[in-house]
């Protein structure tokens, strides 16, 4: 299986963009993209291509979402042939994933350590063990830690040290129970609005 090795943090400073790719650390002060804020210097900067932004635009998703490049065009193509708009769709695709349910749940520091608490098994779809952190996510899909996951030392410490995200709309959760349902798909406005998804469409379109 394909792996992304290159540093996290650096891919932040690269786009100059928080993306949360190391969980509890991004929530810190020892986050390195507010690290290098204060040894900033000024440096005189190329102008960029249009294909450049679109390649910075299609990269930052793919980052943030942890998604590899085949798999992130293939979700593309997906979109593609759905009647809804293509670049909507094709991020409500990602929002559907299962280890990106898993973070918006808050039930991990992100979206990284989801996919891994995904294939180690600690999930449960409509009762049924879940392993795949690709897995799509449908309307009213129920989704909870094992019985032997939510006695588990380590779940119990994520839960308790998980940062208060706000939970989307089209989430509902029971932190009693350590459940969530997805209630409906997110809407247009419900998507992030600091992606600008026409930079991806015009990139796969070239």
Known sequence: MARDIESKCKKCRRLKVKLFLKGERCYSDKCSLEKKKSERFVRRRRRTSQYGLQLRGKQRVRWEYGIMENQFRRYYHLAEKSPNITGEEFLRLLERRLDNVVYRLSFSFSRAQGRQLVNHGHFLVNGRVVDIASYLMKEGDVIEFSKKSKKSPLVKQIL???????????????????????????????????????????????
């Open 160 to 206: 308790e040290a998980s940062p208060e995200k706000v939970i989307p709309e089209w989430l509902e959760i029971d932190k009693g129970a350590m459940k969530g349902t997805i209630k409906r798909f997110p809407l247009k406005e419900e998507l992030s609005q600091e992606i600008d998804l026409n930079l991806i469409v015009e990139y796969y379109s070239r």
